[in-house]
């Protein structure tokens, strides 16, 4: 199934997701960025993580993180939570990001493609995220803009994402589903138990009693495999999720689109290239 298809139909929410998703990822993946974080004192993928991705909050402790990450473990970011604002200050945490994001997409994205443009239209769209009820998206939106390019595109790629991933959790919890649920029914589908469970820091006792709740839901047949129940749920809450992540692409316009999907597709790519084939992101690739 292509990135920008749900049962064979187009979604321009998606297809932009595909091309601003990577450009943000470079943060937890890249090795500058993992670099940049362990010189903040912020040592282990985790604490670079955890304080990275909340300090646009401020130094929250790990309840509404645990609320608003929506798949972790409570136990997980219980460990990272509060005491990565003993290592590093929010304000040092989103110094961090921003340097180790800005190497990373330097050199990923030399010669790829008009960054001063590109950047310009993420920035327009960036700026026309509704910030009612999505709380990181609104967080990220209300840090001051930089000046540098590369700096530009990724904070705007930021604020997309973290707008996009709160409508996604609204339309979770429309679904009924809790953060180990999500999980369970995501490895039904497209993601390995074995990858994903560590990553989100479920215990065994929590997964099994998940897929016991989905089971007696009718989302996974005896063999833990999704039912048709599940695939039509995820259907109806990606197209949801695109729905409550079209406002920026409207307000962008169809030729402001065109030309950012031309525009950034090249530097998506080299992104893209330089993630993980598996992450628990689950991202397509570039459409």
Same mark, same amino acid.
């Given at each position: 199934?292509?990135?920008?298809?749900?049962?064979?139909?187009?979604?321009?929410?998606?297809?932009?997701?595909?091309?601003?998703?990577?450009?943000?990822?470079?943060?937890?993946?890249?090795?500058?960025?993992?670099?940049?974080?362990?010189?903040?004192?912020?040592?282990?993928?985790?604490?670079?993580?955890?304080?990275?991705?909340?300090?646009?909050?401020?130094?929250?402790?790990?309840?509404?993180?645990?609320?608003?990450?929506?798949?972790?473990?409570?136990?997980?970011? #219980?460990? @990272? =939570?509060?005491?990565?604002?003993?290592? !590093?200050? +929010?304000?040092?945490?989103? /110094?961090?990001? &921003? $340097?180790? %994001?800005?190497?990373?997409?330097?050199?990923?994205?030399?010669?790829?493609?008009?960054?001063?443009? #590109?950047? @310009? =239209?993420?920035?327009?769209?960036?700026? !026309?995220? +509704?910030?009612?009820?999505? /709380?990181?998206? &609104? $967080?990220? %939106?209300?840090?001051?803009?930089?000046?540098?390019?590369?700096?530009?595109?990724?904070?705007?790629?930021?604020?997309?994402?973290?707008?996009?991933?709160?409508?996604?959790?609204?339309?979770?919890?429309? /679904?009924?589903?809790?953060?180990?649920?999500?999980?369970?029914?995501?490895?039904?589908?497209?993601?390995?138990?074995?990858?994903?469970?560590?990553?989100?820091?479920?215990?065994?006792?929590?997964?099994?009693?998940?897929?016991?709740?989905?089971?007696?839901?009718?989302?996974?047949?005896?063999?833990?495999?999704?039912?048709?129940?599940?695939?039509?749920?995820?259907?109806?809450?990606?197209?949801?999720?695109?729905?409550?992540?079209?406002?920026?692409?409207?307000?962008?316009?169809?030729?402001?689109?065109?030309?950012?999907?031309?525009?950034?597709?090249?530097?998506?790519?080299?992104?893209?290239?330089?993630?993980?084939?598996?992450?628990?992101?689950?991202?397509?690739?570039?459409?």
């Amino acid at each position: 199934m292509a990135a920008g298809t749900v049962h064979g139909m187009d979604s321009l929410p998606r297809t932009m997701w595909t091309l601003f998703e990577p450009i943000h990822d470079v943060t937890y993946f890249a090795p500058e960025a993992r670099a940049a974080f362990e010189a903040a004192n912020l040592r282990g993928f985790w604490r670079g993580y955890f304080a990275g991705r909340a300090a646009p909050l401020g130094a929250v402790d790990a309840a509404p993180v645990t609320a608003l990450f929506w798949g972790f473990a409570p136990g997980m970011v #219980a460990r @990272a =939570l509060p005491d990565v604002w003993s290592r !590093a200050t +929010p304000a040092e945490a989103l /110094a961090a990001r &921003a $340097a180790g %994001a800005r190497k990373s997409l330097e050199s990923l994205l030399a010669d790829a493609g008009p960054v001063d443009e #590109a950047a @310009a =239209l993420l920035r327009e769209a960036a700026s !026309a995220v +509704p910030t009612a009820g999505r /709380a990181l998206g &609104a $967080a990220n %939106a209300a840090l001051p803009w930089p000046t540098d390019p590369i700096d530009v595109l990724w904070q705007a790629a930021t604020i997309l994402r973290e707008h996009r991933g709160d409508g996604h959790v609204a339309a979770l919890l429309v /679904a009924g589903l809790d953060g180990a649920e999500t999980g369970v029914w995501r490895s039904s589908i497209d993601q390995r138990r074995a990858y994903l469970q560590p990553a989100r820091g479920w215990s065994d006792e929590e997964w099994s009693a998940a897929a016991a709740r989905l089971r007696d839901r009718g989302w996974l047949d005896g063999s833990g495999a999704a039912t048709k129940e599940a695939l039509d749920a995820r259907d109806e809450i990606e197209s949801i999720t695109d729905r409550l992540a079209a406002a920026p692409w409207q307000h962008l316009g169809e030729r402001g689109v065109a030309r950012l999907r031309e525009v950034l597709r090249p530097l998506s790519v080299r992104a893209r290239a330089a993630l993980p084939t598996e992450t628990p992101i689950g991202l397509p690739p570039v459409e």
